[in-house]
């Protein structure tokens, strides 16, 4: 039931990039196993409501079996990986992953998780290697013009192809370790206080200690766990892509000063807007001081939406207010949901007038407004961990207290048996 349930939700959610009795044409980004199967759900469905679907599978998948008659289409890629190899390697992690962990203590636990997850992501950064730098598969890919990319958040390499289509991304994630996918991409607040860590086993309702426990865990996924493998996929998009920061873009952000900049859109669909209601709009931007461009910079003040699910997470991530004119299906829901929690002021689409857009504006970039997690169990000092993280430290200063003192005792000790011996 829970499956067929995320899988209306995904597909009301990939709904919204065609257009009203229209096909769309999907790419897909696909993982193994369990995921493949879970997708191959939405999939069939999708193809079933009249869409063109494509699988981008390379030539060792396990479960995807491009033979097989379907109306699925099949794009497979070659790799450098064998099969055999290929398969061999899923099973040897799993094996490790089922025999070795439960035996370990904490820090040996946490060492084996890294170990099975980096040399994941390295077969992962091959095939995505395989996929991106075959300049045949990417230039017939590109001319497809597909509508959006679905994508397996477990298997890296989507938002890479996304950028590289230059087409819309939509995850299909059950979780990451450490919710570090939830937590850095998809803006989720996740406060260690009474959030259990993905892959903890702790539950939201914890003990002193097992909150400790959980703390431990999120330095651990935040600072460790993440750090290395992350700088090599860094790395390797940075070699595919080269410097994403287009230079007069740059400069046309930069002379905005310290008004900044207000983004604006109103999604992929609208194209069609009258010149009343365009009119309207321009007046209101003219009027104030800041610059208007399409995406998101560390220098924006606001965020002008129709409420569409990726513009309001992306707004959530950068800590951007909104000002939301939803026009349809879950648009208006959004910005509901933004306005109760403090974060966006709604106005009418069809009804505001330039004074009402500009007073909404002048509303959410001069009364600074946040984001607020419902915590209620916990204090102010329990919700902010202070209370662990001041175990933490009196921890520390506590082994750091006894091994200065444990040194003095011994300099002493061998001090006066110096002496002792001398005098003798």
């Known amino acids: 039931m829970a499956l067929r349930w995320t899988s209306v939700l995904l597909l009301i959610q ?66 450098s990986l064998s099969k055999d190899d290929f398969e061999g390697f899923l099973m040897k992690l799993l094996d490790r992953a089922i025999y070795d962990l439960p035996k370990d203590t904490f820090g040996s636990h946490a060492s084996k998780i890294e170990e099975i997850m980096w040399e994941f992501s390295e077969v992962l950064r091959q095939l995505c290697k395989d996929a991106v730098l ?36 939509v995850y299909s994630l059950r979780f990451s370790p450490g919710y570090t996918i939830e937590k850095h991409i998809g803006g989720l607040p996740l406060p260690p206080s009474y959030v259990p860590v993905a892959m903890s086993e702790l539950s939201d309702r914890m003990t002193f200690m097992e909150r400790v426990k959980n703390m431990i865990f999120v330095l651990y996924f935040d600072f460790w766990f993440q750090g290395c493998d992350m700088k090599k996929w860094d790395q390797f998009y940075l070699e595919v892509l080269g410097n994403m920061i287009v230079p007069d873009m740059e400069d046309f952000v930069q002379s905005s000063g310290e008004s900044g900049v207000v983004v604006f859109s109103l999604g992929s669909m609208i194209s069609n807007m009258t010149e009343e209601r365009a009119n309207v709009i321009a007046s209101a931007l003219a009027q104030i001081p800041q610059k208007v461009r399409q995406t998101c910079h560390p220098k924006t003040k606001a965020f002008i939406t ?63 407004m946040h984001l607020r997690v419902a915590a209620h169990d916990l204090t102010w000092f329990q919700y902010h961990s202070l209370d662990v993280i001041g175990f933490l430290l009196a921890c520390v200063a506590t082994v750091v207290f006894i091994i200065t003192k444990c040194c003095l005792f011994f300099c002493r000790m061998f001090a006066t048996a110096g002496k002792k011996n001398k005098r003798e």
């Not at 013009?145 to 991304?169: H, R, S, Y």
């Open 14 to 79: 990939l709904s919204g990039y065609f257009s009203p009795g229209t096909c769309g044409k999907v790419l897909v980004w696909p993982t193994e196993y369990s995921h493949w199967r879970n997708m191959k759900i939405i999939l069939d469905e999708l193809v079933q409501r009249g869409h063109e679907v494509t699988v981008l599978a390379s030539s060792v998948s396990v479960l995807i079996d491009p033979s097989k008659t379907s109306a699925i289409k099949f794009e497979v890629f070659p790799t």
């Open 306 to 368: 129709h409420g569409g699910a990726n513009g309001v997470y992306e707004a959530i991530y950068h800590g951007v207010p909104m000002v939301g004119i939803p026009l349809f299906a879950d648009q208006p829901d959004n910005i509901a949901h933004m306005k109760t929690k403090g974060a966006a002021v709604r106005v009418d689409f069809n009804t505001m007038s330039s004074t009402d857009l500009l007073n909404a504006l002048k509303t959410v970039i001069n009364d600074p």
């Open 134 to 169: 075959n300049k045949k598969l990417m230039t017939k890919l590109q001319e497809s013009k597909f509508d959006v990319l679905l994508a397996d958040g477990v298997g890296q390499c989507a938002d890479l192809l996304a950028e590289i289509l230059k087409t819309p991304l």
